[in-house]
């Protein structure tokens, strides 16, 4: 195997490993999400059927729900900044080997504006943000039943 062929298959694999990456995206928006979903699903049950549920134990089921959909953005932020991290060091190596062997591949994807991930950020903060107030609520609601 020479050199070209060599590079021509390193080519081949960097490709799916982009692929590989945007559907690791994909996948995890789809896990966010439902997560998400299933996260609020339980804190409007509690809130709907608070007065059944003895003491506070409908606030502090709220908090740790609040928690965990609070930890669960943040690895929604992590995820994605290391997944784009990957694909940049995809891109620049497969666009330094389009310039040994000829070929315009990665260099025509890079044209197509691959840039920093803003929608996923902007909605993980803001997921984190309606957890944040959820779980300040019912912190609240504890204390107000401690103190009074």
């Known amino acids: 195997m020479n050199e070209t062929e060599t590079h021509k298959f ?23 999400f439902t997560v998400n979903t299933l996260l609020a699903t339980g804190y409007g049950f509690l809130l709907g059927y608070d007065s059944a549920l003895p003491g506070q134990l409908s606030a502090t089921l709220q908090v740790a729900i609040s928690v965990v959909g609070i930890f669960i953005s943040y690895c929604a932020y992590s995820v994605i900044l290391l997944v784009r991290r ?32 803003w929608g996923t950020v ?15 609520h019912a912190i609240l609601r504890i204390l107000d039943a401690i103190s009074g």
């Not at 990957?86 to 197509?112: N, P, S, Y």
């Open 10 to 32: 390193e080519i081949h694999e960097l490709m799916d490993l982009l692929k590989q990456s945007a559907s690791m995206i994909w996948t995890g928006y789809g896990a966010f």
């Open 122 to 136: 902007i909605g993980s903060f803001l997921f984190a943000v309606i957890w944040t107030i959820g779980g300040a």
């Open 86 to 117: 990957v694909q940049v060091r995809i891109l620049q190596r497969g666009a330094e080997l389009d310039k040994v062997i000829g070929t315009q591949i990665f260099e025509m994807v890079l044209g197509q504006g691959q840039g920093y991930p």
